[in-house]
Each structure stands twice: as structure tokens, then as C-alpha cells.
């Protein structure tokens, strides 16, 4: 074989390699997403991708490694709002709302897989470990929307508990699916309750 058809062959192989990865991260994803992690087993996995199972271990050896290609396939679909943006916003009522409304909009789009990873975490202990760093953003988006606001002592305290309250997926989706607001609603009724924790 000449080096050239050599090299052809490589890449080829190569290229079919990454496919089949993407194939079986993009149904492990699709199937957290509707039945969730703790209810999708490896062999469904290797089904829904249309592979055989020593073939998905072949690309994933073992559960934490699948689990960190479909973390960073979720994240490459799904970006998170950039809170750089709302940090340039001086006004602490307007980043809030700014903010909330961006954060919303994301729990809106990812509500299937974010419902199903929160509620399989205790249950799959991969699940947990993947999830700190959206655990983190959320965090840090409570310290940035609750920053600026002329509140000191124990009425920082409760604004910042109330901030926190407010970014949190739970909070979101107990308005908008058990409550049936709309978004732009839930943005409004949750900036209240900021405003009103941080009033003298």
C-alpha cells in the first residue's frame, strides 16, 4: 500500500471512529433527556446508537468517561448565559431581570434533561459529580445578580437568600409548570420578591 492510500485509510478510519462516538454520545444524551440517567443502561445505549456493546466500551470504558462526552455534548447544544453580560449592567433591578429572563429562557430549553438529572443525582453517582459545575454557575449566578443592591447586615442576608431562591431551576419550574405562568410572569413575580427583600 503507498503512503498516500495509507494516510487515505487512517483518516477514513478515524473519521468513521469519530462518528460512532458522536452516535453513541447523542444517544446517551437523547435518552437521559426522556427516560433520564438513572433508567438508561448501557445496552440501550449501544441499541439506540445502533452499535454493539464491546463497541461502545471500546469509545467509552466505563460509565463516568460516557457521562463526560454527553456533558459536553449538552453544554456544546446548550450554552449558558454569559454573565459577563449581566455584570455590565449597573442598574441592580435591570441585570436581575436581564439576567433572570436569560436564565429562564435556558431552563426552558433544557427542562427534560435538567428534571431528570436533578432528580436521578442521589440515585447515579456519576450524575452528582457531572452536574457541580452547572451547580457552580448557579451559585455564582446568586452572587451576580445579588451584587450592587443597597442592602446591609441581616437584609443582605435576606436578599441574598432570596436572590438564590430565584435562580434556582426549582423555583422556575414551580412557576411556570405548577403555577402555569409565562415567563416573562415568573421573571416579574421573582424580581418582586428580590425588590421586596430588599427594601428597608
Not at 468513521?16 to 447523542?26: A, L, N, V
Not at 419550574?173 to 405562568?181: I, K, M, N, T
Request: net charge positive; hydrophobic share 40%.
Amino acid at each position: 500500500m503507498s503512503p498516500e492510500k495509507r494516510k487515505y485509510e487512517l483518516r477514513r478510519r478515524a473519521e468513521g471512529m469519530e462518528q460512532t462516538r458522536r452516535r453513541i454520545t447523542e444517544a446517551a444524551v437523547e435518552l437521559h433527556a426522556t427516560v433520564g440517567p438513572a433508567r438508561t443502561s448501557l445496552s440501550a445505549v449501544a441499541e439506540r446508537a445502533g452499535v454493539q456493546r464491546h463497541t461502545l466500551y471500546r469509545h467509552f470504558p466505563d460509565e463516568d468517561a460516557l457521562f463526560t462526552a454527553c456533558s459536553g455534548r449538552f453544554a456544546e447544544l446548550n450554552p449558558l448565559p454569559d454573565q459577563e453580560r449581566w455584570r455590565a449592567i449597573e442598574d441592580p433591578a435591570e441585570r436581575l431581570e436581564t439576567g433572570l429572563g436569560e436564565l429562564y429562557g435556558w431552563y426552558e430549553q433544557t427542562e427534560p434533561m435538567l428534571a431528570n438529572l436533578y432528580r436521578d443525582a442521589p440515585l447515579v453517582e456519576a450524575v452528582a459529580s457531572h452536574m457541580r459545575p452547572m451547580n457552580d454557575y448557579v451559585e455564582e449566578a446568586g452572587r451576580t445578580l445579588a451584587a450592587g443592591w443597597p442592602a446591609r447586615g441581616g437584609r443582605r442576608k435576606v436578599l441574598n437568600a432570596a436572590v438564590r431562591h430565584a435562580v434556582d431551576f426549582h423555583t422556575w419550574r414551580s412557576l411556570a409548570r405548577a403555577g402555569g405562568v409565562s415567563r416573562a410572569q415568573a421573571v416579574a413575580l421573582a424580581c418582586a420578591l428580590v425588590k421586596s427583600a430588599a427594601s428597608p
